[in-house]
């Protein structure tokens, strides 16, 4: 089973720390975002922890998620997934 971090509003320290600590735990881990800016924030941490801890970056997805706002106009926002797996031989 893959373990999912939610990339949101927090500061990308949390969330590489988040997808840090999974590692340590589980041989992969899945960040996931929304919007244009949080799917940038997950690029970004996913970059830092394949640089920093040497993980491999395995896999990304993109989808396209529909909403009605409140205005009942319906709004697509772009959905990213990137898995990403853990390389120490321990």
Do not use: C, H, P, W
């Not at 997808?19 to 975002?33: A, G, I, P, T």
């Not at 929304?34 to 896999?59: C, F, P, S, Y």
């Amino acid at each position: 089973m893959t373990n999912e971090v939610m990339v949101g509003d927090k500061e990308l320290g949390r969330y590489y720390k988040a997808v840090d600590k999974q590692l340590e735990e589980n041989e992969d881990v899945k960040l996931m975002s929304r919007g244009q800016v949080n799917n940038g924030k997950a690029l970004d941490v996913a970059e830092i922890v394949r640089r920093e801890e040497g993980a491999t970056v395995e896999d990304i997805n993109t989808s396209t998620a529909k909403f009605e706002n409140d205005d009942e106009e319906t709004v697509r926002v772009t959905e990213l997934e990137v898995e990403i797996e853990n390389n120490d031989e321990e």
